[in-house]
């Protein structure tokens, strides 16, 4: 028997409820497409050649005809419809003009690889930023002790894009998804990395004084007694 906390999944929608929810989903793909449309992967890809040329006089705010373009024109993708765009992150210089607007307006703040356990390459994963990023799930800690997140914050590169006069324009961090998901998370830039340790360091040695200060009075103490019974 249920207790009346339980709350049991819902096997269907009312036709308000699921009317609802398909406009509010086909609201949301109409804006990732109008925001995501012009970008290179958009207007060069292969993949999308039918759908570019069936929104081609349709204006995607606003025609809804766009979502359905979408659904029955773009074929299931996979990494190797993105490599040729992706590898582009990777050339030596890595110049801005190649870059930015890729495959999502601007840059990526950071670029995931992979631990090549499908292959003897890793793959890499270009992230950009997110308005909707939430928290981390974490699950509840028991009613005794407590639970402990260990992860890193290390990276294994940090890519430079150039303008063609050879200034660095932006650095993207190449790292683990699990790295970009913390720091994307806590806003730790790989820039304000020395500053941050600084800061540690600084604890680390005021502890450390603290603690030497604190051992030298107990040896002075332990003195003072060693002498007073002896006397």
Not at 69 to 98: A, M, N, Q, V, W
Not at 152 to 175: C, F, Q, R
Request: hydrophobic share 40%; proline share 6%; net charge negative.
């Amino acid at each position: 028997m249920e207790s009346a906390s339980t709350v049991s999944p819902l096997t269907s929608l009312t036709p308000e409820l699921k009317t609802a929810v398909q406009e509010d989903t086909f609201s949301r793909l109409r804006n990732i497409i109008g925001a995501n449309v012009t970008t290179r992967y958009a207007s060069l890809s292969f993949s999308l050649a039918d759908f570019r040329q069936a929104i081609v006089d349709k204006n995607i705010d606003k025609d809804e005809t766009v979502v359905d373009d979408f659904c029955d024109l773009i074929p299931l993708t996979h990494y190797g419809s993105y490599h040729p765009f992706i590898t582009k992150f990777l050339d030596r210089p890595c110049k801005l003009s190649e870059v930015e607007d890729l495959l999502a307006p601007g840059l990526p703040t950071f670029i995931c690889v992979s631990s090549s356990t499908s292959s003897n390459e890793p793959k890499h994963f270009p992230k950009y930023p997110r308005i909707w990023m939430t928290g981390p799930v974490i699950a509840a800690p028991p009613e005794t002790g407590m639970i402990v997140t260990i992860f890193s914050l290390g990276y294994k590169d940090v890519l430079e894009v150039v303008t063609d006069s050879g200034e660095i324009a932006h650095k993207i961090p190449v790292s683990p998804g699990s790295v970009w998901y913390w720091r994307t998370y806590r806003n730790w830039s790989v820039e304000t990395d020395a500053t941050r340790m600084g800061t540690v360091r600084k604890c680390a040695v005021d502890q450390s004084l603290s603690r030497m200060v604190a051992f030298e009075q107990f040896i002075q103490f332990q003195t003072m007694l060693f002498h007073g019974q002896r006397a």
